[in-house]
């Protein structure tokens, strides 16, 4: 089977990006080992922490705002494609800080003003009138209206549909077993192969997740990715936290509107393995019950765990051409914030796959940028 690009993956990142292409007019194959979103989209809790991120300035912050910036107007396009509307939360995030934590953020707060956001320093009395039933003994909040929420399931689910309603085609079930590359004279891939499919295209996309490390090996290329464990749970509290997403020391309370809640999430780096613990879990409970007392009424519905792709010794995320090849494309590692990175991910890799081959030289530094302090050994 032939067409213009192969995306590899069908999470957040790969479906945006093959929806992107087909907005874009070229023919496009995604395919997924599983269903779609089954990897770490179908466990992330798709807070979009962009304004609110707390670093005043700097190429990670900058590609978060620049992200944050397209994500109305994308969401807009993808709901008239699909005439239905998505759940969005849009009414935005709330850090709560404790004593003495303000401080640290007036660099963020006097960056942000200058550039035209709205984030603001709520006093405790402020934060009790726009979110009550919270305990009351913290310091104030940091307020970011026009943050977001969606829900990353049915916002990948939604990628899926839109694209194949441009004409990109889904292979689900299919794992990507064998990439063919040949010298050309950078390397090209010309065959990816799964099961039952033998795909060529112009240009490859790897947005497999964790999925990306094994396949990159294969290609002779070192994508080093650590899974970082998250858990998190879903209860019904009908009454209570119907706001923005309340976050308090990195436990998002996240209203879903249909009277549920998400509480999550952990970050465990070194977990022994991948699935749900009672101890994590508990714990997760029991500070959402200390920070919003009326929640320990509330039902248990589902809990789960996932894991985060996040490079090793390189920033997150890694976007652009692989080094040493002509036609291969990397968009893997966003770590914490493939949900948010979907959309500014999704138009590098349209303008790169669209700048096509022409521009190589200029192209070849974008993809692994080492972390900061640290040494880059992208190839073998
Ligand atoms: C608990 C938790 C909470 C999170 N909360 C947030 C949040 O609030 N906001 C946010 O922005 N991000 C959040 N994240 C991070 C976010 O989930 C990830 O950054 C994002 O999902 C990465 O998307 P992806 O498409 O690159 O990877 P994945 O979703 O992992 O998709 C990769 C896909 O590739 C497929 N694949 C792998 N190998 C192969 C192969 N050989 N052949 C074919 N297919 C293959 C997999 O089956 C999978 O479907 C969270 C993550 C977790 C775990």
């Not at 993956?9 to 907005?23: P, Q, S, T």
């Not at 920033?315 to 090849?325: F, K, S, W």
Request: net charge neutral; with cysteine; glycine share 8%.
């Amino acid at each position: 089977m032939k067409c213009d690009v192969v995306v590899i993956g069908c999470g957040v990142v790969g479906c945006a990006i093959a929806y992107e292409l087909a907005v874009a007019g070229l023919s496009v194959i995604a395919v997924d080992a599983r269903d779609p979103a089954a990897g770490s989209t179908g466990a992330a809790l798709g807070v979009l922490v962009g304004i609110s991120s707390q670093q005043p300035g700097g190429e990670t912050v900058n590609l978060r705002l620049k992200s944050l910036a397209q994500f109305d107007p994308w969401i807009a396009r993808l709901e008239a494609d699909l005439g239905r509307s998505l759940p969005v939360n849009r009414r935005g995030l709330l850090q709560l800080l404790k004593e003495g934590e303000a401080e640290a953020w007036q660099a963020t707060l006097l960056a942000r003003q200058a550039a035209g956001y709205s984030l603001h320093l709520l006093s405790p009395s402020e934060l009790g009138s726009l979110q009550p039933g919270l305990r009351t003994d913290r310091a104030g909040a940091i307020y970011s209206p026009q943050d977001r929420q969606i829900q990353p399931k049915l916002l990948t689910q939604a990628l899926v549909e839109a694209a194949q309603s441009r004409g990109a085609r889904f292979f689900f079930h299919q794992p990507v077993q064998r990439l063919k590359r040949s010298p050309d004279p950078l390397f090209r891939v010309h065959a990816v192969y799964t099961p039952n499919l033998s795909l060529s295209a112009g240009q490859v996309i790897l947005a497999a997740g964790l999925g990306s490390s094994p396949l990159a090996d294969q290609l002779q290329l070192q994508l080093p990715l650590q899974a970082v464990k998250g858990q998190a749970l879903r209860v019904k509290a009908p009454h209570i936290l119907l706001g923005p997403v309340i976050t308090d020391e990195e436990l998002h309370l996240v209203p879903l509107g249909d009277g549920s809640l998400w509480i999550g999430a952990t970050v465990e780096f070194h977990a022994p393995h991948p699935q749900p613990t009672l101890l994590a879990l508990q714990d997760l409970l029991a500070r959402a019950v200390a920070l919003c007392p009326a929640l320990a009424e509330a039902t248990l519905m589902e809990h789960w765990a996932g894991q985060r792709p996040r490079p090793s010794g390189q920033r997150a995320p890694i976007l652009g051409l692989a080094p040493g090849y002509s036609n291969l494309y990397l968009a893997t590692g966003h770590y914490r914030n493939g949900v948010l990175l979907a959309p500014i991910t999704a138009a590098i890799l349209r303008d790169l796959v669209l700048q096509g081959e022409t521009q190589l030289c200029d192209l070849r530094s974008f993809a692994l940028r080492p972390a900061e302090g640290s040494q880059q050994t992208p190839l073998r």
